[in-house]
Protein backbone atom coordinates (compact mmCIF):
# COMPACT_ATOMS: atom_id res chain seq x y z
CA UNK A 1 0.00 0.00 0.00
CA UNK A 2 1.01 3.22 -0.98
CA UNK A 3 0.88 5.96 1.85
CA UNK A 4 3.27 8.78 0.07
CA UNK A 5 0.21 10.87 -1.32
CA UNK A 6 -1.29 11.04 2.24
CA UNK A 7 2.01 11.08 4.29
CA UNK A 8 1.66 14.40 5.44
CA UNK A 9 -1.92 14.12 6.83
CA UNK A 10 -0.39 10.75 8.28
CA UNK A 11 2.35 12.71 9.68
CA UNK A 12 0.14 15.46 11.31
CA UNK A 13 -1.67 13.09 12.82
CA UNK A 14 0.81 11.47 14.34
CA UNK A 15 2.08 14.64 15.82
CA UNK A 16 -1.22 15.04 17.60
CA UNK A 17 -1.11 11.54 18.67
CA UNK A 18 2.01 12.21 20.06
CA UNK A 19 0.92 15.38 21.86
CA UNK A 20 -1.59 13.42 23.66
CA UNK A 21 0.88 11.39 24.96
CA UNK A 22 2.95 13.96 26.07
CA UNK A 23 1.19 16.10 28.47
CA UNK A 24 -0.83 18.03 25.46
CA UNK A 25 -2.22 21.57 26.63
CA UNK A 26 -4.87 21.35 29.59
CA UNK A 27 -7.41 24.01 31.16
CA UNK A 28 -8.10 25.48 34.82
CA UNK A 29 -11.64 25.89 35.70
CA UNK A 30 -12.09 27.84 38.40
CA UNK A 31 -15.49 28.37 40.06
CA UNK A 32 -15.90 31.53 42.21
CA UNK A 33 -18.31 31.59 45.22
CA UNK A 34 -19.34 33.85 47.70
CA UNK A 35 -20.31 37.20 45.98
CA UNK A 36 -21.98 39.69 47.67
CA UNK A 37 -24.07 40.50 44.52
CA UNK A 38 -24.78 39.29 40.79
CA UNK A 39 -23.73 42.95 40.13
CA UNK A 40 -20.08 43.64 38.05
CA UNK A 41 -17.47 41.22 37.22
CA UNK A 42 -15.08 38.74 38.49
CA UNK A 43 -11.62 39.42 37.64
CA UNK A 44 -9.39 36.99 37.13
CA UNK A 45 -5.56 36.46 37.02
CA UNK A 46 -2.98 33.32 36.68
CA UNK A 47 0.05 33.39 36.96
CA UNK A 48 2.99 30.97 36.23
CA UNK A 49 6.17 30.61 39.21
CA UNK A 50 8.64 33.20 36.71
CA UNK A 51 5.21 35.94 37.19
CA UNK A 52 4.54 38.20 39.86
CA UNK A 53 1.93 37.26 41.44
CA UNK A 54 -0.86 38.18 41.86
CA UNK A 55 -0.97 41.51 39.78
CA UNK A 56 1.91 40.72 37.59
CA UNK A 57 -0.06 37.52 35.63
CA UNK A 58 0.14 38.17 31.75
CA UNK A 59 -3.10 35.48 31.65
CA UNK A 60 -6.72 37.16 32.63
CA UNK A 61 -10.16 36.25 32.91
CA UNK A 62 -13.37 38.11 33.27
CA UNK A 63 -16.80 36.46 34.08
CA UNK A 64 -20.24 38.27 34.94
CA UNK A 65 -20.24 38.08 38.71
CA UNK A 66 -22.90 35.72 39.94
CA UNK A 67 -24.14 34.90 43.51
CA UNK A 68 -24.88 31.02 42.62
CA UNK A 69 -21.29 31.32 41.06
CA UNK A 70 -19.10 32.65 38.42
CA UNK A 71 -17.57 29.94 35.94
CA UNK A 72 -13.60 31.48 34.52
CA UNK A 73 -11.96 29.07 32.31
CA UNK A 74 -8.37 29.32 31.43
CA UNK A 75 -7.77 27.37 28.20
CA UNK A 76 -4.56 25.77 26.31
CA UNK A 77 -2.35 25.93 29.19
CA UNK A 78 0.62 24.15 29.16
CA UNK A 79 0.42 21.68 32.68
CA UNK A 80 2.44 23.54 35.08
CA UNK A 81 2.32 25.42 38.68
CA UNK A 82 -0.32 28.20 38.65
CA UNK A 83 -1.39 30.69 40.87
CA UNK A 84 -5.04 32.08 40.60
CA UNK A 85 -6.30 35.56 41.79
CA UNK A 86 -9.65 36.85 41.79
CA UNK A 87 -11.84 40.11 42.75
CA UNK A 88 -15.37 40.96 42.62
CA UNK A 89 -15.53 44.30 41.20
CA UNK A 90 -19.27 44.83 41.62
CA UNK A 91 -19.04 48.35 40.73
CA UNK A 92 -16.97 47.53 37.81
CA UNK A 93 -14.40 50.50 38.61
CA UNK A 94 -11.34 48.43 38.27
CA UNK A 95 -9.77 49.00 41.71
CA UNK A 96 -9.69 47.00 45.10
CA UNK A 97 -11.54 48.63 47.66
CA UNK A 98 -14.95 49.70 49.01
CA UNK A 99 -17.85 48.72 46.38
CA UNK A 100 -19.96 52.07 45.71
CA UNK A 101 -23.15 50.13 45.08
CA UNK A 102 -23.20 47.57 48.28
CA UNK A 103 -20.73 49.58 50.17
CA UNK A 104 -18.81 46.93 51.40
CA UNK A 105 -15.05 45.33 50.77
CA UNK A 106 -14.68 43.47 47.30
CA UNK A 107 -13.98 39.93 47.57
CA UNK A 108 -11.14 38.84 46.69
CA UNK A 109 -10.04 35.24 46.65
CA UNK A 110 -7.16 32.43 45.48
CA UNK A 111 -6.98 29.31 44.32
CA UNK A 112 -6.50 26.60 47.33
CA UNK A 113 -8.49 29.01 49.49
CA UNK A 114 -5.53 30.38 51.11
CA UNK A 115 -4.64 33.86 53.05
CA UNK A 116 -1.16 35.33 53.71
CA UNK A 117 -0.65 38.16 55.71
CA UNK A 118 -2.45 41.59 54.65
CA UNK A 119 -4.64 39.25 52.59
CA UNK A 120 -2.17 38.22 49.86
CA UNK A 121 -0.98 34.88 50.21
CA UNK A 122 2.38 33.58 48.26
CA UNK A 123 2.65 32.01 44.73
CA UNK A 124 3.77 29.12 46.70
CA UNK A 125 0.84 28.81 49.01
CA UNK A 126 -1.72 29.42 46.12
CA UNK A 127 -0.10 27.03 43.45
CA UNK A 128 -1.74 24.25 41.79
CA UNK A 129 -0.51 21.92 39.90
CA UNK A 130 -2.57 21.58 36.39
CA UNK A 131 -1.93 18.25 34.93
CA UNK A 132 -5.34 17.14 34.24
CA UNK A 133 -6.94 17.36 30.84
CA UNK A 134 -9.54 19.62 33.01
CA UNK A 135 -8.34 21.16 36.22
CA UNK A 136 -11.01 22.30 38.25
CA UNK A 137 -11.27 23.91 41.91
CA UNK A 138 -14.01 25.94 43.61
CA UNK A 139 -12.42 29.49 45.19
CA UNK A 140 -14.63 31.24 48.35
CA UNK A 141 -14.29 35.28 48.04
CA UNK A 142 -13.17 36.56 51.14
CA UNK A 143 -13.61 40.38 52.32
CA UNK A 144 -10.55 42.70 53.60
CA UNK A 145 -10.72 45.79 55.16
CA UNK A 146 -9.97 48.62 52.60
CA UNK A 147 -9.84 52.14 53.72
CA UNK A 148 -12.21 54.26 52.08
Known amino acids: MDFSSSSPVVAAALLSLAGLAHGADTSAEFVVMGANSSQG ?3 AML ?3 KERFPNGCRLSAR ?3 RVEGSRLVFANLPPGRYAFSVVHDEDDSGRLGISRISGKPKGIGFSNNVTGPGGVPTFNL ?3 DV ?3 AFKQEVKLRSF ?3 R
Open 41 to 43: TMR
Open 47 to 49: CTE
Open 63 to 65: APA
Open 126 to 128: AAV
Open 131 to 133: KEA
Open 145 to 147: GFA
